[in-house]
């Protein structure tokens, strides 16, 4: 569709009118609501309902008590058709042909750059799942933790492992991260751990997939219709602590290594606005069983990029390239699974993917993996070196998709600073 | 305090007037709201703020509106010294001393039977964390599965091991539970799963504890304020398909063996009221580190019973009475340690103890262990036998402390019935 809209969109914006992820932002003036991205700039969906703009969106019922909340649950539990309508009639608003733009006082209302906004979580997180699905991620994993020739766990072929992880210390792109102290082992032949902030503050590269609608206890979500009750994704950096981790995760799996911090991207994209960049999955083999045969392609082709600006540094560099549609067990897969068994998801529930990393060195989701467990150092500029993450690092998560048709769709900032752990010991 | 209702409450009730646990309940009459247990009846805590009852309580600002609500999560934010002066107040309501006895009028409003309430989950659950605080339970474990010598994880003294269960399923009592279907392996030498209900499903008796008050992000609760921040406590049915989660658990931990659900009893009885009834814990060698290091007696001695009315049969049954006295890492221990890497804990967070067994066969806390993995059948009346659940099965959890003084501090009913798996496979 050759859409444009009035509003100028450079051509790497992340946000042009092919997108309009959604996100709930706040300004001096304005409380927390909900907005969606085009350009540099934020379409106020609570003061475009106020104006009656989206009145007549079919099962979009009162707009203005929707969006004028200071998350998207409300909004993601109308189901996937209001999704879609509601989205395309935001683009008709924002495009070139409609009379809008020329409403300056109106636009004055609606309008809000980005530079002037805070972002928020987009929504109230019930449960957060994270799923460990890229093959090449647990690959390396397991040849690191267990040798070549056992690197995959026998189930990991017949079903996306996942465990259940802490909402609370989800937060939103932008805040910052305390490294968390824990017990650790100091050396593997004396099994008696010392207690000191982490030495392995690791990152891990995921994509976040937000539940819409649920289902109810006992009931299922079947796999041909799973598209229909995901909103959309985010990014997900799933910091962790990988001395506390590898002492605490035999037998219930990780912890402390992991609850001390997740952070998110502010905007969710929509599964229609990726529609355009869904490829054929890996094969599977062996075949999985019938619960989680996928009937439609489901893997999705976005770039992913790890960027890192050490303490002394003053630039970002680029540290990993991956992409998501190496993940070997996709994300309506990932949803037949979670509910197979009759547990209810909930609008605004979050799952991510697991680590995505790709098949070669340099598309790896880790430093655990990029360093090799800390046997390499990664080079920065003017001689800076890293294994895993010191006080002050910044890392910025991205992702984007480029279309055939020269726009991007895009994810914004995954970002987060370390700061020292507030406690000595 | 030799304290005493003019509301009767027989000898063995759980709820004497030295208990006044909090929970929400309803009536056909009375949408959600805040009430306490007193005999068998429930003291409206909404009519009794609106009746001006509660109105000079210390730091309890707006009693109407804190009651008014269908959770407790904001009375639970506003701290133990309010808790406290608020429960006082109500014991001073309900003394046989106090005036609101001749008040039929008033009374008729304030007082509902239990009998006529429905009672609801007693907070919004944000995060639900599971420990493995019993050694004889995780002994048990690590005999069946890794055989006596390292039947504990080297882990295992040195830390409360704990996962982050799922938040969606957890069930108020009485609410059935359906049977989950998964992927299990058939034969250990073939690792290749096939997909049927579960055939060993079970249960496991745990007591859960609310936070009230939490902590911000990257601080920690240091141990000896711990029982600061701790509402209360309920019993816990953790159920588990052992055989979903056998297949699943390497190397994440429990994920669908464990979320198709999870019951707890309505009413969150107080530390203040369990005070009583602490005793020293078992002597912990090696010794904990110092985040982990005790300062005040943490143990609780509460009589567990697990009841179990097989299908076929009419009553309940005793298969198993052991004790929370046992249980190594205390709730302060376990607080300390979920903060300890900068975790937040909300208001309305529940964690809970891990399966509770005793010493002595008898006193275990899952079927799992009464039945030593299947082999020994447990004998109910008229030639009824179980080794795990099936449909039609009810399980009722019991939990009481008798005092000296002649009362019993209760925590009432913790029961849930087994519903067929709603699907063939
Ligand atoms: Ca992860
Ligand atoms: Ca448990
Ligand atoms: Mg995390
Ligand atoms: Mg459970
Ligand atoms: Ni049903």
Redesign the interface.
């Known amino acids: 569709m050759s859409l444009k809209s009035f509003i100028s969109v450079p051509k790497d914006s992340h946000f042009p009118i092919q997108n309009i992820p959604f996100g709930v932002f706040s300004t001096a003036e304005k409380s927390p609501r909900v907005g969606v991205a085009i350009g540099d700039q934020i379409l106020d969906l609570y003061e475009v309902s106020s104006a009656g703009l989206l009145d007549n969106v079919k099962g979009l019922k009162d707009p203005k008590a929707v969006f004028g909340q200071s998350t998207l649950n409300t909004f993601m539990s109308l189901g996937r058709p209001v999704w879609r309508s509601t989205r395309s009639a935001i683009q008709e608003l924002l495009s070139e042909k409609n009379q809008l733009k020329d409403n300056s006082q109106l636009l004055g209302r609606v309008l809000v750059p980005q530079s002037k906004s805070r972002m928020h979580l987009p929504a109230k997180i019930?449960?957060y799942?994270?799923f460990?699905s890229s093959r090449e991620h647990a690959t390396n994993v397991g040849i690191m933790f267990r040798g070549k020739d056992n690197a995959l766990?026998?189930?990991w072929l017949?079903?996306p492992?996942?465990?259940?992880?802490?909402?609370?210390?989800i937060?939103v792109s932008g805040t910052d991260i305390?490294r968390?102290?824990?017990?650790r082992l100091l050396s593997k032949d004396k099994?008696?751990?010392s207690?000191a902030p982490?030495a392995r503050l690791d990152i891990e590269l995921e994509v976040g997939w937000f539940v819409g609608t649920?289902n109810e206890?006992?009931?299922?979500i079947d796999i041909k219709n799973a598209k229909e009750h995901i909103f959309g994704m985010v990014l997900v950096n799933d910091w962790s602590?990988r001395d506390?981790q590898a002492?605490?995760?035999?037998?219930?799996?990780?912890?402390?290594g992991k609850?001390?911090?997740t952070t998110i991207s502010p905007w969710i994209v929509t599964l229609d606005a990726l529609e355009e960049f869904v490829v054929q999955g890996p094969t599977q083999s062996?075949e999985p069983?019938?619960?989680l045969k996928e009937t439609v392609p489901s893997a999705y082709d976005v770039k992913l990029e790890v960027h890192i600006k050490p303490a002394e540094s003053t630039k970002f560099q680029t540290v990993s390239e991956s992409n998501m549609k190496y993940m070997y067990w996709s994300i309506t897969q990932q949803l037949a699974?979670?509910t197979?068994?009759?547990?209810?998801?909930?609008p605004g529930?979050m799952c991510a993917t697991g680590t995505l990393s790709g098949p070669e060195p340099g598309s790896y989701g880790s430093l655990l993996e990029i360093t090799w467990s800390g046997a390499n150092k990664i080079p920065f500029d003017n001689g800076v070196e890293r294994l895993f993450l010191q006080d002050g690092d910044e890392v910025n998560l991205v992702g984007y998709c480029d279309s055939a048709s020269g726009y991007r769709i895009g994810f914004g900032n995954c970002q987060g600073k370390i700061?020292p752990c507030?406690?000595s010991a």
């Not at 968390?180 to 017990?183: K, L, W």
């Not at 206890?217 to 299922?220: D, H, I, K």
């Not at 197979?340 to 909930?346: D, K, L, T, W």
């Open positions: 019930g449960d799942t994270d460990y766990q026998p189930n017949h079903l492992v996942g465990y259940h992880g802490r909402s609370s210390s937060v305390h968390p102290a824990g017990q099994p008696v751990p207690f982490s649920g206890p006992g009931q299922r602590a506390i002492w605490e995760y035999v037998p219930l799996g990780p912890f402390l609850n001390f911090g062996p069983l019938a619960y699974h979670h197979v068994g009759g547990c209810n998801m909930q529930d700061l507030p406690y």
